[in-house]
């Protein structure tokens, strides 16, 4: 079927080639063309020598998750020649370096197969292997331009800038284009049934990760001291704040930062010095991934009993334990709810993507100052890793930042007595003091059982009145946090509801299911504590479709947990592969519901 | 436990500092430890430390982990914040809360236990960072508050209460900083405060990483006949290398010393330790040679005392960054970020 901006191009590559600029040069130049487009990557927790994919979804209609099928795939790796072929959707379309013969056995009658011979074209016009090797992988970018119909010029203009300071590199990326684009024109019959032709789909939008997004954000935060433990997937959310903070937090005169950046020698030490910037009255914070989150529990704990503000970014991956790092997954979210022995809960926020990574990462240090508490920012590899088109990140200069309930030195001095603990306003949260303001402030900052006043104690009736406290402060948390994002119609007796990255897949989910006369309300949950919005929402409906990416259900339990919701309502629709969610799941998911009898 | 306030009423002729406070201001709590505990002489010491130093209260911070050194800060200098963080756990919480100000004077107190083995790794990657704090070490060899179970600092052949004697290999705080490159570090006696409260006030005002072990007998669990960390076996084989005098910025030397013997190091708030050596042929400035003399000694069983190495050249943790003078967490939000106008330049890049 002939389409236009709607098609699927999945390169299969060897990690460490070079590929990964070939195929960002790609999605960019579509991107360019103001065609809405979605790149996924799909790489081994490796750096040489293994198989990687990237897919380039062009998706006309805006939609931001990865597509359930494959139309144009480039199989550049040999290795995995057989299992490429096997995915592509019939009809499509199959590219391969025909330098070297393929086996006869690996055909398909229903995928047409394209061979160009990229090796032996760039041996004959590059010298040396790395060269070669790399050059071959910017030749099949020149292919797929000729197949899809890729404006050269946006091209070239990409190459441009991407090398402004080395243009040599311009010619002969170039000229390995060239070679790639000229053989298809000569060979094949250009473009494809499935062609991409500009539109203006990409005014006021950018393509980024979510993990530099979130580093943007905790620079425009005001964050002075980021401590870490390198780990994947979370470990350009550091880079991105380090590089952000060297553009804009150095003096240009004396060479001073206002930043400091600390590699801890593990998670443990790395939010222990979250808490002790915090304690002082810094902004600080930690990305880490789940593996962190298990070292990093017992100061969680601390934090929540002692209530200091901590912004924990975890950008989750693939467990239990190491599993699979490079993959993704949304199942930290109950080991993060409640992470830590004795009674603890914690503030969780969930971005759905890029944007919403830096708006939220703001807004943590303002929950977290607020509600003097961590609060764990729940990102995925899916929004973290991977480059999504996403509106214009906007800064409102004229909100002003949440500090909390700090006094200063002139408050403590009129004060009689500072106690720490005590719930003056009764909304449970007490006032904070910070060192190094007023003598009168000081107070013994402990995470053995204390009174009101902040004194030790192993008196029953007085470690009980301060977490009793601390749950009216929960109460407080549920009321302030980010809203539901929230779509109903009275008419509609069934709910979608998901979290995260589960967002993309579901929206577009419910356009193709409205197609088939099935209408689903829609709740996407931003926070937890779950607020009075999503209990009403579970209450209007006969049944909430939860879709979440893990295999336990983790966020049905939190429902049932934290506001008692009835589980019978409560269907689930769990994906744990590590790949990120697509609206086939969805869809697939609630046909087989309903013809299973429930209602929608 | 109980929490009891001391009273905080002051003799009028009790002596006064600079700031016009006398010893009670610099006090806490009262002390929950068991009678004779070392950990409460060290207490007293940090209190005449503080006070003489004519530190503000509230510019000090008081950090500490778990076990019975680590309820020790709030036993003194009410007037300052104290942080009881998690078991081991101190040095990276203050390492935090230096980072956001630079400005305040952090002491940390732990244990043997706290900073040899649930903490060891912290307190190497203080030391590695030469993070500006004084690191007290109140090591008696032994857990307390689980009733006397051996910890990471006892020697072969010490006797338990009951049971068989230690044959593990002893961890030793001095030696292992040294092998580290920390910058200041002393050993002393709980017993001897006269020796421990300028090798404290020293380590104070040092700019970077001071450690100061003390031998701090547990007298519950450890004070018996056959202990190596016992009052009595430390008093025999306490050996004093080099004593220390602490003198403030402006202040004359007024002790005269013979040469040779006396060897001023100036600090770099200006004021000076004046280190005495009273074994001629230790050099508290060389790594190597103290290293071997301090083995040599401990392998005779003595316990080497006194300010046993200084490096004031070494830059602190903020002056290896670049930071910048004010502390960071005074720094107001809206000059931490280049503004909307900038986010669209910034925007750019991804288009």
């Known amino acids: 079927m002939a389409t236009i901006n709607d098609v699927v191009v999945k390169i299969g590559t060897v990690n460490g080639t070079g590929s990964a600029s070939a195929n960002g040069l790609l999605m960019k130049s579509i991107f360019r063309m103001g065609v809405p487009v979605v790149g996924k990557n799909y790489f081994p927790s490796n750096i040489q020598g293994l198989p990687t994919w990237y897919e380039i979804r062009v998706t006309g209609h805006g939609y931001q998750s990865r597509s359930d099928r494959v139309d144009i795939m480039v199989a550049m790796n040999a290795q995995t020649y057989a299992r490429d072929l096997a995915e592509v959707s019939p009809g499509g379309w199959l590219i391969y370096d025909s330098t070297w013969p393929r086996h006869k056995q690996l055909s398909r009658d229903d995928v047409t197969v394209l061979g160009v011979p990229l090796s032996r074209m760039c041996n004959e016009s590059f010298d040396g292997a790395r060269a070669r090797i790399l050059m071959k992988n910017i030749a099949y970018v020149g292919v797929v331009a000729a197949l899809l119909e890729i404006d050269l010029d946006i091209i070239t203009t990409l190459l441009e800038e991407t090398f402004a300071a080395k243009t040599h590199l311009i010619d002969s990326n170039m000229k390995a284009i060239r070679l790639g684009y000229d053989y298809a024109q000569e060979n094949f019959v250009c473009p494809l049934p499935k062609k991409v032709a500009a539109m203006d789909g990409t005014k006021d939008h950018v393509v980024i990760d979510g993990n530099t997004a979130t580093g943007l954000g905790c620079m425009y935060a005001g964050a002075t001291v980021g401590a870490w433990y390198p780990i994947t997937p979370s470990t350009s959310v550091m880079d991105a704040f380090r590089n952000f903070c060297s553009r804009y937090r150095v003096d240009p005169d004396t060479g001073e930062k206002t930043f400091c950046v600390i590699q801890a020698e593990d998670e443990l030490a790395a939010i222990g010095m979250v808490l002790g910037a915090a304690w002082m009255g810094a902004r600080s914070f930690t990305p880490t991934s789940g593996p962190g989150i298990s070292l990093m529990s017992e100061f969680i704990g601390f934090a929540y009993y002692a209530e200091i503000p901590a912004v924990i970014i975890n950008v989750q991956r693939t467990g239990p334990s190491t599993g699979m790092p490079t993959r993704t997954q949304q199942a930290d979210i109950m080991s993060c709810a409640y992470a830590s022995h004795g009674d603890t809960k914690h503030v969780l926020l969930f971005p759905a993507d890029p944007n919403e990574c830096f708006t939220m990462a703001q807004s943590a240090f303002d929950y977290a100052e607020r509600l003097q508490t961590p609060v764990i920012m729940m990102s995925d590899l899916d929004i973290g890793m991977n480059d999504w088109m996403v509106p214009d990140l906007e800064f409102d200069e004229s909100k002003i930042p949440d500090r909390g309930k700090v006094l200063t030195s002139e408050q403590l001095d009129e004060m009689e007595k500072f106690h720490r603990y005590l719930d003056v306003d009764g909304d449970g949260i007490p006032y904070r003091s910070l060192p190094g303001v007023n003598q009168k402030g000081s107070y013994f900052t402990r995470g053995s059982g204390h009174t009101r006043y902040g004194g030790y104690t192993e008196d029953s009736a007085a470690y009980q009145d301060v977490v009793d406290r601390l749950l009216v402060k929960w109460e407080t948390a549920r009321q302030i946090l980010p809203p539901a994002e929230i779509e109903y119609s009275k008419f509609n007796k069934a709910g979608l509801l998901t979290i995260g990255s589960g967002h993309g897949a579901c929206r577009e989910a419910r356009d193709r299911l409205t197609e088939q006369k099935i209408n689903l309300n829609y709740c996407r949950v931003r926070a937890f504590p779950f607020g009075d919005d999503v209990r009403e929402f579970i209450e209007q409906h006969d049944v909430v479709y939860i879709v979440e990416q893990n295999r336990d259900a983790q966020l049905r339990s939190m429902f049932m947990i934290d506001i008692d919701a009835n589980p019978t309502k409560l269907v689930s629709l769990l994906h744990y592969d590590g790949m990120p969610l697509n609206a086939g799941f969805v869809v697939d998911g609630v046909l087989e519901e309903i013809a299973k009898g429930r209602a929608a | ?351």
């Not at chain 2, 009790?14 to 010893?23: D, E, H």
Request: hydrophobic share 35%; with cysteine.
């Open chain 2, 1 to 351: 436990m109980s929490y009891i306030a001391k009273p905080k009423v002051a003799h009028p002729k009790m002596p006064r500092n600079k700031l016009g406070l006398t010893a009670r201001d610099y006090e806490g709590v009262v002390s929950t430890l068991c009678a004779g505990c070392g950990h409460d002489s060290v207490t007293a010491a940090i209190v005449e430390a503080v006070f003489e130093l004519d530190i503000e209260p509230h510019m000090l911070a008081k950090m500490s982990g778990i076990g019975c050194s680590s309820k020790t800060p709030a036993y003194f200098v009410s007037g300052a914040h104290g942080f009881n963080s998690v078991h081991g756990r101190m040095p990276s919480v203050t390492t935090g809360a230096n980072a956001a100000n630079r400005d305040l004077m952090y002491i940390g107190v732990s244990g043997d236990g706290d900073s040899l083995s649930i903490g060891a790794g912290q307190f190497m990657h203080a030391i590695r960072r030469n993070l500006n704090m004084c690191y007290i070490i109140e090591n008696n060899g032994v857990y307390g508050l689980t009733k006397g179970q051996f910890s990471a600092s006892a020697d072969i052949g010490s006797k338990p209460k009951k049971g068989e004697p230690n044959q593990q290999e002893p961890i030793d705080p001095v030696s292992t900083a040294i092998a580290l490159g920390a910058t200041y570090i002393a050993r002393s006696f709980s017993g001897d405060r006269e020796h421990l409260v300028p090798l404290i006030q020293g380590a104070l005002r040092h700019d970077g990483f001071a450690l100061v072990d003390v031998i701090s007998p547990c007298v519950t669990f450890n004070d018996h006949v056959g202990s190596t960390k016992s009052y009595a076996h430390t008093r025999e084989f306490y050996h004093r290398v080099v004593d220390a005098d602490f003198v403030p910025p402006a202040e004359e030397i007024k002790v005269k010393y013979a040469q040779g013997e006396a060897m001023p190091v100036e600090l770099h708030d200006g004021s000076k330790i004046v280190l005495r050596k009273i074994e001629e042929q230790y050099d508290p400035t060389s790594r190597a040679t103290a290293f071997q003399y301090l083995r040599d000694r401990f392998n005779q069983g003595e316990i080497t005392t006194g300010l046993l190495y200084i490096d004031e050249s070494r830059k602190e943790m903020h002056e290896i960054m670049g930071n910048t003078q004010t502390p960071l967490c005074q720094l107001p939000l809206d000059s931490l970020h280049p503004g909307s106008g900038e986010l669209k330049k910034i925007l750019d890049q991804y288009r």
